[in-house]
């Protein structure tokens, strides 16, 4: 342990911390002598022969203030919640994910919550309120840190947290309050000036997430009086003054947001031995400072063109939106009489902060890229730190975009031209300016004036630099760059631009090298070349005007140097754009030529006449010249110079007449080329009418009477035009047509024109293919109106032979021909051929589609065609349509083609374009107003529900339902709703199929019913799937049930219609080869699973919704209706089924099983669905038994429901013991008759197997049975079904016999086995 105030360090240690304190010491203060230290203990004779070592005093290195944080000083942690508190005090770690996790944490644990809770008042949300409050000191001590971070995370979550509270109304006072009145002037401005920064930060999210916020934050800080877009004078000049130390020296605004830590003082300390002291210096090793930068941190460089950006895009934003005086404060502004005294602008801080910003050549620097601008080299201090723009791209970027807004708040800031020279200073007011060489020289006399003249100007290394600028294209920055070209070139002393024609020439030369080195040649090329067009003629107005002045002033020969260079640079100018050097749109081009030529004119009239003669003789050079080379070129002229004749205003006189005199010239040139030209066309000749159909279509609208009246056009036009339709390309002739055309409009001539045209078309000289393509190219879709046919026959031939071409083959081309051309009839035929021609082909098209409904019809090709010429007058709404008499017909075969027709799937490509074609015309139709609405709807669905029914369609009956569910179909018919009723055929064609479908004896069940009855179905039709005509309409009936499942409720005899086709397909699968009414031997079992199950589904659905209405007493309701033929109870549709049913079944049962069956399946149903009680059951067996006379088999029917559905009840077991007693008295004589008739009802009342039911008393069944063996005994002949009903007797009464012993048992022994070989027999027949 070392002693009691002696340091353990040893002596290389002590040196090595006093070497680093030292260094970090204060070199202003001198250092204090400090006593030499306590000599150590002698360790041998050497150590006594060293002298001591003089110490000396380090003070400690004076920290730098502290940021003090608002919870300490403040007292704010026992003000706030403890939870608050932590997450607020993780704001000031150095760590970036520490401080990003408390961002989160701060938005989403208090800042979200208080915005989802600011609508309720309650406590809560009024304590969450007022911690937020108290908490703001706090935010703002760490904001503009976080703003300003170099992790991009804290600085969006830090701008997002801001932005949020804002959002809050209650806070925003609360933050302006605090902004306004209580924080102190640095914390304001680094406050305002970070999030100023941070609305342009170099991240676009970041800046995209605290723009809002902060444009926000300046609206509501505008006074009254103010207009919305001024900021308040509290708030700019802060933010003016933070963004100028951000963009000069951004390192002191990093030091001042993050200052180091203090370092610890170093410690004295005395060695007491032999009563002597010696101070040792003990230092404490130095915590890192804050400022002190980690490897994983960004550079410094980095950090400062980020913190340049942000700064130089609020300036932009100070400009641009905020109304700052347009003059600079008083002491700026030189003036050689004092000031006098006024009252001061707030904002005239700011704008001295600007200006001292602009007149800092540092401040340049951002627009540069190079190491060391020029204009810093005699600032060698400054020079050396570099450029702010060099390696940092997003800086120059941002500079740039400041540029133009300098340039429209202040358009004539002081040039900076001459002291950018370090070799020039500016000479006293009302003297000469001289150079330094004749400064130093004080014993010379001045400079004479004529030898600097002659010498020429003197090298300026800024007006090099510019030079060097201008050919690289501005810097690579050519969009942003030109237009500030003419700012600079306007501040350009005289000294270094004089107005001779080589120093204009460099100028120019420079200007032009861009263009010629490519240094214009980025992915906008139209953009930049624009910018060059107007950046160079804006100049040289400027400089022509310059050279005007000078020449009034009385200087010789400076008029034809302005007109010199007006005219050379129109001409290179010209000859860049036709070259292709320069890329810009003709139109751009001609119009910025006319811009530069009226303001020479204004600045003198021969100026734009001399500017304007290159571009009118480079245009009839290239057109008199024409050949391969020199085409394009020559249309590039004329398109040049229309758009330079449009551009032209309307009061300007002299260069229209420049245009007109050009116009002529190659108006006269071309009309005399076709006067000599040969016959025959040839590519000359077509060049020279394509040339002209160009002059007068471009130039034409500009100058209109003057072509017009042209004589040699006129003479050209009507003498040519013949044989430019017989022989030229449909393109040249019709664009050499139509030209003609529209600079005659409204006169006789454009008429006369346009009939001979039609004419040379429809004269049978004019080849027909050549015809048809000139006829083409006019119909297609353009904005010129062409005159009407008049008196004259027109195309009517033409027309003629292509409808005949469409009806005969279908030609396509002439079927699209034919159509736009009667699309537009009065301008080609009479009306009367045009409305023949579209009844024809509308009857053509009705004729041709029924047929395809039909299988195996193939798709006429004529068709195709006539749908074709029919469509484009339906997409014009033609009147011709509208006046046709067989529209109504015509519409609905168009309708059942689209939508029916269209689902057919047998690969006819020929149908598929056909119904294309459909689709469209009926569209078009429905857009129109057209009488007849109705009887298309009438037409279309008859034609539907035939198509339902017919076996020999293409579709299935269902497809066709499912066509009609388009909700476009529906709306043309004007359908409110797609239900049974519109889409199924009527009841009377259900009604009528029914009354004819007949169905076998085939089910188990109704083998008890009388032989007689039986009724085998006639002679059916099948469609190809199988079906019958009533199975296809029921087929639909089940597919529009998924559609509206209330179609049965509104019609219940449909139930009935149902279970037939239910009965049919279980008469189907119990014998595939009996005749039946609905299914055929090609039908697929799986579709007629389906079907059942469809059938179970609608049944079980009315009658479970029907059911549950019933009344309690339902069943002796309707059981006393069927009695006494009286009404069904009114409660719902049950009783309309049954009453339907019972009413067929007892009028048909001597006719056939049809209506037998489906009553037994009604009342199945009826039974089963409403869990029939014995109460119930009574009221069935007593209305059986009540008609056993008058309709046995429908009694039988009941009997045997009930029976099965295992509803047991008194009045069925006395039944069944009187139907025994009865039996047991019929002879043998009356066995085939009377004792048949009551032995099918005995065996029909039979209860179930496995129920509680008792068939017949033991005794009572003993003496059944001995009755029934005198039959069998006796000599009279029986009928073959006793043997079959004797059999299911016996069966039923065996489990009640087997405890009573009689002859009976033999009895019962010898049927099974009279049965078994009568079976055998058949079985071996077979």
Request: proline share 7%.
């Amino acid at each position: 342990m070392p002693k009691p105030g002696k340091s353990s360090a040893s002596s290389g240690t002590r040196k090595k911390h006093a070497k680093r304190a030292a260094a970090k010491g204060q070199e202003d203060e001198e250092p204090v002598e400090q006593l030499p230290p306590e000599p150590r203990g002698k360790k041998g004779k050497k150590a006594d022969k060293k002298a001591p070592r003089p110490k000396v005093y380090i003070p400690p290195v004076k920290p730098v203030a502290p940021r003090r944080d608002p919870l300490d000083f403040r007292g704010l942690a026992s003000q706030l919640p403890a939870d608050l508190v932590v997450v607020l005090r993780l704001l000031g770690k150095k760590d970036a994910v520490t401080k990003g996790k408390a961002l989160d944490e701060l938005q989403a644990g208090w800042i979200e919550k208080a915005k989802q809770e600011t609508a309720a008042e309650d406590e809560e949300t009024e304590n969450l309120l007022a911690a937020l409050e108290t908490m703001l000191p706090v935010w703002f001590h760490h904001y503009p840190v976080l703003a300003l971070h170099s992790s991009r995370r804290v600085r969006l979550a830090a701008t997002q947290l801001q932005a949020s509270l804002w959002s809050i109304p209650r806070l925003q006072s609360s933050l302006r309050f605090y902004l306004n009145e209580t924080a102190g002037t640095t914390e304001v401005e680094q406050n305002l000036g970070a999030w100023s920064m941070a609305a342009f930060d170099v991240d676009r999210i970041v800046s995209m997430r605290a723009k809002p916020s902060w444009d926000n934050f300046v609206k509501s800080q505008a006074a009254p009086s103010e207009g919305i877009s001024s900021a308040p004078t509290s708030t700019i000049p802060s933010v003016a003054s933070f963004i100028q130390v951000a963009l000069i020296a951004p390192n002191t605004v990093h030091q001042s947001l993050n200052p180091p830590a203090p370092e610890a003082p170093a410690i004295i300390s005395r060695s007491q031995k032999s009563g002597k002291s010696t101070p040792r210096l003990v230092t404490k090793p130095a915590p890192k400072s804050t400022a002190e930068p980690d490897p994983d941190e960004e550079k410094e460089a980095d950090r400062n063109a980020r913190y340049r950006v942000g700064a130089l895009g609020a300036l932009t934003w100070l400009l641009d939106y905020v109304q700052l005086p347009d003059s600079p404060p008083p002491a700026l502004v030189e003036s050689d009489a004092e000031a006098e005294p006024h009252l001061a602008d707030p904002l005239t801080g700011v704008v001295g902060n600007v200006f001292d910003m602009l007149h800092d050549a540092s401040f340049w620097s951002c627009l540069y890229s190079g190491t060391r601008p020029p204009w810093m080299e005699a600032e060698a201090d400054v020079a050396q730190r570099g450029a702010f723009g060099t390696g940092q791209p997003a800086v120059r970027k941002s500079a740039w975009a400041l540029i133009p807004v300098l340039v429209r708040k202040w358009a004539a800031y002081p040039s900076s031209w001459m002291l950018a020279d370090p070799t020039y200073r500016p000479a006293s007011k009302g003297k000469e300016r001289h150079t330094d060489a004749a400064e130093s020289s004080g014993d010379e006399s001045e400079v004479d004036d004529e030898q600097q003249v002659s010498s020429g100007p003197r090298a300026n290394i800024a007006y090099t630099e510019f030079l060097d600028f201008l050919k690289l294209g501005c810097g690579g920055s050519p969009v942003q760059g030109y237009p500030v070209v003419l700012v600079a070139l306007s501040t350009i002393p005289e000294e270094i631009l004089p107005l001779t024609k080589d120093a204009l020439s460099n100028l120019f030369t420079s200007l032009w090298a861009a263009v010629d080195g490519r240094a214009l040649s980025t992915l906008d090329k139209s953009g930049t070349a624009t910018a060059f067009i107007s950046s160079l003629f804006e100049c040289t107005v400027y400089l022509v005007g310059r050279i005007q002045r000078a020449q009034n002033t009385g200087e010789s020969g400076v008029a034809d140097l302005a007109r010199e260079l007006a005219r050379q640079q129109v001409a290179e100018t010209w000859d860049a754009v036709e070259s292709g050097r320069l890329v810009i749109k003709e139109e751009d081009a001609g119009s910025r030529l006319a811009q530069f030529l009226v303001r020479l004119g204004k600045v003198h009239v021969d100026l734009s006449k001399a500017a304007a003669e290159p571009m009118c003789s480079e245009t009839f050079k290239h057109v008199s010249e024409t050949n391969d080379q020199t085409r394009a070129l020559a249309w590039k002229d004329v398109d040049i110079l229309a758009a330079f004749a449009a551009a032209l205003p309307p009061d300007e006189v002299v260069l229209k007449k420049a245009v007109k005199e050009t116009v002529d010239s190659v108006i006269k040139w071309s009309s005399d080329r076709l006067k000599t030209q040969d016959s025959g066309p040839d590519s000359t000749f077509t060049d020279v009418v394509d040339l002209l159909s160009r002059i007068i279509r471009k130039v034409g609208p500009v100058l209109n009477q003057d072509i017009s009246e042209n004589s040699d056009l006129e003479t050209t036009v009507f003498s040519s035009i013949d044989y430019v339709v017989r022989t030229l390309p449909p393109n040249s002739s019709v664009d050499f047509l139509l030209s003609s055309l529209n600079i005659w409009i409204g006169t006789e001539k454009r008429e006369r024109l346009w009939g001979q045209v039609l004419g040379v078309i429809g004269s049978p000289e004019c080849p027909k293919q050549q015809s048809t393509a000139v006829l083409s190219k006019l119909l297609e879709p353009r904005t010129e109106a062409f005159p009407s046919c008049g008196g004259s026959g027109g195309l009517t031939s033409l027309v003629e032979s292509l409808l005949q071409s469409v009806l005969t083959n279908g030609d396509t081309e002439s079927s699209t021909l034919l159509g736009k051309t009667l699309a537009v009839s009065e301008h080609f035929i009479p009306l009367s051929v045009a409305q023949g021609s579209v009844e024809r082909a509308a009857s053509a098209a009705v004729q041709a589609i029924p047929p395809l409904l039909h299988q195996d019809a193939q798709s006429q090709v004529s068709l195709r065609g006539t749908l074709q010429t029919l469509s484009p007058l339906f997409a014009a709404k033609s009147s011709l349509i509208e006046g046709l008499t067989t529209l109504a017909d015509l519409m609905v075969n168009v309708l059942v083609l689209a939508y029916i027709l269209s689902l057919v799937e047998d690969g006819d490509d020929m149908l598929d374009e056909c119904v294309l074609v459909a689709r469209t015309i009926s569209k078009s139709w429905a857009q129109m107003s057209c009488p007849g609405q109705s009887r298309v709807r009438e037409g279309f669905l008859n034609l539907a529900h035939s198509t339902m029914q017919d076996v020999r369609a293409r579709l299935e009956s269902t497809t066709v339902v499912d066509a009609l569910s388009a909700p476009d179909l529906l709306e043309m018919l004007q359908v409110a709703t797609f239900e049974a009723d519109v889409v199924l055929p009527p009841l009377s064609t259900f009604e009528g199929l029914h009354s004819t479908a007949d169905l076998g004896y085939i089910d188990t069940p109704l083998a008890l019913f009388d032989p007689a009855i039986k009724q085998t179905p006639g002679p059916v039709i099948y469609d190809r799937d199988g079906l019958s005509e009533y199975g296809r309409v029921l087929a639909a009936l089940l597919e529009m049930f998924k559609w509206d499942r209330q179609v049965l409720g509104r019609h219940p005899e449909m139930i009935g219609y149902l279970l037939l086709l239910e009965c049919a397909a279980e008469d189907l699968k119990l014998d595939p080869e009996e005749p039946n009414a609905i299914f055929g031997p090609a039908v697929d079992r799986t579709f007629v699973a389906s079907l059942e199950e469809d059938i179970s589904m609608a049944i079980t659905y009315v009658f479970s919704s029907a059911v549950a209405s019933l009344s309690p007493n339902w069943h002796q309701q309707i059981c006393s209706s069927l009695k006494t033929n009286a009404p069904a109870p009114d409660d719902g549709i049950l009783g309309q089924i049954v009453s339907k049913a019972f009413h067929g079944a007892t009028s048909t049962e001597t006719k056939g099983v049809r209506d037998l069956r489906i009553f037994r399946k009604v009342l199945a149903h009826v039974v089963k669905t409403g869990d029939i009680t014995a109460a119930e059951a009574e009221q069935w067996i007593l209305l059986s038994d009540s008609i056993r006379k008058q309709a046995p088999q429908t009694s039988l029917s009941i009997t045997l429901t009930i029976a099965q559905a295992g509803a047991e009840c008194t009045r069925l077991d006395r039944l069944r013991n009187e139907l025994a007693s009865n039996l047991s008295g019929i002879p043998p004589h009356r066995a085939s008759t009377e004792g048949l008739r009551l032995l099918r009802h005995l065996v029909a009342s039979a209860p179930l197997p496995d129920s509680e039911g008792v068939y017949l008393p033991p005794q009572r069944a003993v003496f059944l049975l001995q009755a029934l063996q005198k039959w069998v005994a006796s000599d009279e002949e029986l009928d073959e079904e006793i043997d079959s009903l004797l059999v299911q007797l016996c069966s039923g009464l065996a489990p009640i016999l087997l405890t009573v012993p009689g002859s009976h048992w033999d009895f019962i022994f010898d049927l099974m086995e009279s049965n078994l070989e009568v079976t055998h027999t058949i079985l071996v027949a077979e």
